[in-house]
């Protein structure tokens, strides 16, 4: 059974960081892509980042490209997502995603993803 625990949200001021991580468990991952993506209240689940386990380029929404750097760990079955510079704008339930093909390039839809992790509040301050 696949488990995604993500963890690492918190209270942060205007400007600082936060490293959010996601363990997975249950599978092999070779071949798979693992995302982040958030949702605000009151708004629609989006794409944050994304990142093949095979390797690549990762993908990064245009809203937190230059400030957010997705990452994995092979040893650990863990992603991670950076998260410096932040703004009030990045409030939100953050959520890690695991899609069982990933074949070809990091994926962007949510739909695309089989199983999610239980999310992780990041709240920033202005």
């Known amino acids: 059974q696949v488990q995604l625990v993500d963890s690492g949200g918190g209270l942060v001021q205007a400007g600082g960081s936060l490293r959010l991580s996601c363990v997975a468990s249950?599978?092999?991952?070779?071949?798979?892509?693992l995302g982040w993506f958030r949702q605000a209240p009151g708004k629609e689940r989006e794409f944050v980042a994304a990142?093949?386990?095979?390797?690549?380029?990762?993908d990064y929404a245009d809203s937190v490209k230059g400030r957010f750097t997705i990452s994995k760990d092979n040893a650990k079955n863990t992603v991670y997502l950076q998260m410096n510079t932040l703004k009030p704008e990045d409030t939100a339930v953050y959520y890690c995603?695991?899609?069982?093909?990933?074949?070809?390039?990091?994926?962007?839809?949510?739909?695309?993803?089989?199983?999610w992790g239980q999310g992780t509040q990041v709240t920033v301050s202005s």
């Open positions: 995603a695991l899609a069982e093909s990933a074949l070809f390039r990091p994926i962007v839809i949510p739909g695309a993803y089989n199983y």
């Open positions: 249950g599978r092999t991952l070779s071949g798979c892509g």
């Open positions: 990142i093949r386990w095979s390797g690549g380029i990762p």
